[in-house]
Nanobody, 120 residues
Framework: QVELVESGGGLVQAGGSLRLACTASGDVSRIRPMGWYRQAPGHQRTFVAAITSGGATNYADSVSGRFTISRDSAKDTLYLQMYSLKPEDTAVYYC??????????????WGQGTQVTVSS
């Protein structure tokens, strides 16, 4: 089993920055791709950014150029550095990890989320 715990959320003014972290514990050797998703009030959870175990990254158009995803395998931690934050970035941010399962598709697990609020 793998557990994901997010941290780093908070209240920031528009134009400001925040860095989110997601620390994994348990059977971390099974983790392959990791990603960040967000869910604003009244909306569905949407993709923000992802990174493969080899370091390839992918971003939603809405955050490309402002957010940077990275991972530190030595610390079993995923990061999301967010710059030039906008009020529309306000959401609960969730960490996601794909776990290898021998002979079967990846199984995805989620953290509990961390609130990011951007004031105008």
């Amino acid at each position: 089993q793998v557990e994901l715990v997010e941290s780093g959320g908070g209240l920031v003014q528009a134009g400001g920055s925040l860095r989110l972290a997601c620390t994994a514990s348990g059977d971390v050797s099974r983790i392959r791709p990791m990603g960040w998703y967000r869910q604003a009030p009244g909306h569905q959870r949407t993709f923000v950014a992802a990174i493969t175990s080899g370091g390839a990254t992918n971003y939603a158009d809405s955050v490309s150029g402002r957010f940077t995803i990275s991972r530190d395998s030595a610390k079993d931690t995923l990061y999301l550095q967010m710059y030039s934050l906008k009020p529309e970035d306000t959401a609960v941010y969730y960490c996601n990890a794909g776990l290898s399962q021998l002979g079967r598709p990846l199984r995805y697990v989620w953290g509990q989320g961390t609130q990011v609020t951007v004031s105008s």
